[in-house]
């Protein structure tokens, strides 16, 4: 039975860190501050939103949130970003994705200061990523880096597996574990939808990232005995036993595959504490970046 990679119990450590770091700042009359812009009313968006401002409370971090109805013109969507940019009380912004029109989204991201866009999303970032240059990292692709790190599974010279090619997750994720530093220097295959028998890939990873966001795309057919599995999705499937009518799953058919892995993460517990936590992380480096703090 494969060992569970526990994110939240990992993501409480990194918290318990920089609870600490945020102290020592405060003695600098240093406030950490994220600025949350929230537009519209989805469900999902909200409730995101309000575990990241129970976040930021509970680690020390100032927050801020500013609420607009999903009929909210793009003038009005930027006048919010704009001021995020302009306030010292503010060292990073999240605009919350995705937007009620997501014609909005790419002019929106663009128009965030690159040194407050702790999401890592601005092409400013992603550009330094890239090239390996020092830049805020995309949340959830350095969560799983840390998960990794932390729970002693090396990535150096590993064969890495990523299905999935989003710009959110797959592709950093990709590029972050080619690169040639600690949580990379693995040699690394992206499979997607119109990958021609998938399988024949993943069988050959040492470490297999699902990342589709489609329930049982790994199975335990597609791992070799001994592989680590890293679960990014998180699906929403009926299940007339739940209260709510529904359970959340991940990408990979847990079970089978926690049979024959040799760790992986669960979902929900795994990656998604991991997500929100490196959102905090980057808002400390922001704070410490613009206030020049040792």
Do not use: W
């Not at 494969?2 to 405060?26: F, N, P, T, W």
């Not at 929106?108 to 805020?136: Q, S, T, Y």
Request: glycine share 8%.
């Amino acid at each position: 039975m494969a060992k569970i990679l526990d994110g939240k119990a990992i993501a409480q450590d990194i918290r318990a860190e920089l609870k600490a770091r945020v102290s020592e700042l405060k003695e600098k009359n240093i406030v950490p501050g994220l600025g949350v812009l929230l537009v519209g009313e989805d469900p999902a968006s909200r409730s995101y939103v309000t575990a990241k401002e129970r976040a930021c409370e509970e680690t020390g971090l100032y927050s801020r949130e500013v609420k607009l109805p999903a009929t909210a013109a793009h003038d009005e969507i930027l006048e919010v970003v704009h001021a995020f940019n302009a306030d010292d009380q503010i060292d990073g912004i999240l605009v919350q994705l995705p937007l009620p029109d997501s014609a909005m989204e790419e002019s929106v991201i663009e128009a965030i200061d690159p040194d407050k866009d702790v999401d890592g999303f601005h092409p400013m970032n992603v550009g330094r990523m890239m090239m390996g240059l020092p830049a805020f990292l995309p949340c959830t692709p350095h969560g799983i880096l840390q998960i990794l790190k932390r729970s002693g599974i090396e990535t150096s010279g590993a064969h890495v597996v990523v299905i999935g090619r989003s710009n959110i997750v797959g592709r950093p994720l990709v590029n972050l574990l080619s690169q040639k530093n600690e949580l990379g220097n693995a040699t690394v295959t992206m499979c997607h939808t119109r990958t021609k028998n998938m399988a024949e890939f993943t069988r050959q990873a040492d470490i297999v990232v699902a990342a589709a966001g489609r329930p049982n795309t790994l199975t335990a057919d597609m791992i070799k005995e001994g592989a680590v599995v890293i679960d990014v999705g998180v699906n929403r499937v009926e299940d007339e036993t739940k209260k709510r009518g529904y359970r959340l799953c991940g990408d990979v058919d847990f079970d089978a595959v926690a049979e024959k892995a040799s760790a992986i993460t669960p979902v929900p517990g795994g990656v998604g504490p991991m997500t929100i936590t490196m959102l905090l992380a980057n808002t400390v480096e922001s704070a410490v970046r613009r206030h020049g703090a040792e």
